[in-house]
């Protein structure tokens, strides 16, 4: 909040939250400085067919900086006010269950575990932006904060907000939308803790369709440069004969020679008509699954790759207003222990980062063998299947939930081996 503001440089992402808006920052800014204002003009309107739980946190961000802001411009730190009020609820709601299984000192060190993992700059940067991830990462800690609160006492103001925080968590961002099968199995599985007995059956019924509505309200093109990124970034470089493989997509084998492009580069296939045509005509969602399903080593292989580059934890974007004479791309290193520990030992090192998830896994089921367990284990799983299997590109912030899902395990991990000790 302090200057120099700490933020998240915008990728492009953004117009998809705030061209409801007309809301933006310059375009020559975007990936290398993350603006602290941005202003109103149509240039930057954009009807995205995206529909996401930040939008809603934008509007209250704008209604917001209405109040307090002179200029007329929107402050990047209204979102990153909301944002970090919401997680900083779910602290203030945590406090009382630790208070029923630790003593003051014991509590303290686990809050402050807490302020180290999830207070990293890795975290609060995407605060301080209008990513779809945002909403996302924030109402899942409220989310987990909530449904440990109802476990406890059954109260309904705990069980109505676990249900209204796992909506805005799945209608988030169409990547996130799976979460809901766990949640909506932790909903049926403790369904004994509400007391009217159609009500825990209406809401997975609620949470299903809202996550569907997200998830189809995806533009026609979104899909389609999502699997080209995973056929020609991801795919095609570890590819024994890339031609041949072509044909397995139902593309012709000169359609190879766009290797290493993206959908959005101007050399890349689709700045060609009758390849973009042809592409979306035979190439699909459903053609990559099965390809993956045929070749599970290529499929294993592209996760590793993809872990690799999570492994950074940090997306190679700007943190600063231009204004603040930090050089094009400079991130912030204040309060980066733990991302930067994570980063030493998982960058470039997918095996690790796998094994290492797999291990933390195994252990919480060894101590924790419950449900709620089980499925926070299947977030995980989702989490890395659909961002490591489905896009090919920024990696390290696509894959900030399953990071903050990992952090948690640890951190349930170490609650329960204070809690061990001290009983």
Known sequence: MLPPVVSLANNGDFGKVLGHFSLGSPFTL????APVKFRFDPVFTYRAEFRSSETLLAACAIGLSSVISKSGDVDIRTIGFIHGGIFLLAVYLLIPVLGCFFGPKTRFAILAAIAATFCDVMYVS???SF????SALVFLVLTVVLFLRSLLWKRPADLIGFVVSSLFLVTAKPQHVL?????????IGYRKMCPIRAAPWAAAAILTIAACWT????PSDYARNSVYNVIYLGLLPDSPSPPDEMREFGLDRGDAAFIHTTAYSSDGGFANPAFAARFAERVHMGALLRFYLRHPARAFKLLLRALDDAGKMRPGSGNFDPGEGFAPGAMSH???????LKARVFADHGWRYLSFSVIICALLLVRCPAPAAVCLIIAM???LLVTGLGDAMDAPRHFTLFSALSDMVLLILTFTTLRRLYT
């Open 30 to 33: 975007e990936w290398y400085f």
């Open 126 to 128: 995407v605060f301080n």
């Open 131 to 134: 990513y779809m991830d945002a």
């Open 179 to 187: 979460m809901v099968i766990p949640i909506a199995a932790l909903v």
């Open 215 to 218: 998830a189809f309200s995806l």
């Open 334 to 340: 204040a309060f980066a222990q733990w991302s930067g």
């Open 381 to 383: 799983a989702l989490e």
